[in-house]
T-cell receptor, first 114, second 113 residues
Framework: NAGVTQTPKFQVLKTGQSMTLQCAQD?????MSWYRQDPGMGLRLIHY???????DQGEVPNGYNVSRSTTEDFPLRLLSAAPSQTSVYFC?????????????FGEGSWLTVV | QKEVEQDPGPLSVPEGAIVSLNCTYS??????FMWYRQYSRKGPELLMY????GNKEDGRFTAQVDKSSKYISLFIRDSQPSDSATYLC?????????????FGKGTHLIIQP
């Protein structure tokens, strides 16, 4: 079973370029989210979705865009990459956003903006 | 003051020792507390999930929550080299994460063979 799959695993971007980090889950989970992990900062929530067609901002949404057209997919778009967006990005999902549900993380996407 | 404080370590202990990992937090609305283990270049993996105050045991792992002190702990008994990883505490108000998880910075644990 695949769980939460993220692509690409590694990417180097130039400042100003745009790109999309892909996230797919095969567990029919309603809730999906994106976090970024920076040294000394822990994981911080970027955007989340409680179901298809519904998205909301997390703690650090600026510079990122998301959409949720299907239950399975939750892509994260960098509109105009900046060096401050160099980070490790994790996609996560759970059955619902309610209590008692385990949150599963993907393997991560390492992004460097030069 | 950050919402969740966690000593980044590194914490180095000999194999077989009991390990104690801790987090403190400031938001009294947190009700759900989690510990994740993260190996290098991997995603976080859920170890323990606790609601409100109390203890929870799973094999060699015990999670404790003291809401009155805003303090949570993870104990690892009979530590093994394979336990070497970064341990992240996380907490939320709603549990399933609809309000997002608030993470500590993580403690880097090294178990010496």
């Amino acid at each position: 079973n695949a769980g939460v799959t993220q692509t690409p695993k590694f990417q180097v971007l130039k400042t100003g370029q745009s790109m999309t980090l892909q996230c797919a889950q095969d567990m029919n989970h309603e809730y999906m989210s994106w976090y970024r992990q920076d040294p000394g900062m822990g994981l911080r929530l970027i955007h989340y979705s409680v179901g298809a067609g519904i998205t909301d901002q997390g703690e650090v949404p600026n510079g990122y865009n998301v959409s949720r057209s299907t239950t399975e997919d939750f892509p994260l778009r960098l509109l105009s990459a900046a060096p401050s967006q160099t980070s490790v990005y994790f996609c996560a999902s759970s059955e619902t956003g309610g209590s008692g549900n385990t949150i599963y993380f993907g393997e991560g996407s390492w992004l460097t903006v030069v | 003051q950050k919402e969740v404080e966690q000593d980044p370590g590194p914490l180095s202990v000999p194999e077989g020792a009991i390990v104690s990992l801790n987090c403190t937090y400031s938001n009294s609305a947190f009700q759900y507390f989690m510990w994740y283990r993260q190996y290098s270049r991997k995603g976080p993996e859920l170890l323990m999930y606790t609601y409100s105050s109390g203890n929870k045991e799973d094999g060699r792992f015990t999670a404790q929550v003291d809401k009155s002190s805003k303090y949570i702990s993870l104990f690892i008994r009979d530590s093994q080299p394979s336990d070497s990883a970064t341990y992240l505490c996380a907490m939320s108000v709603s549990g399933g994460g609809a309000d997002g998880l608030t993470f500590g910075k993580g403690t880097h644990l090294i178990i010496q063979p």
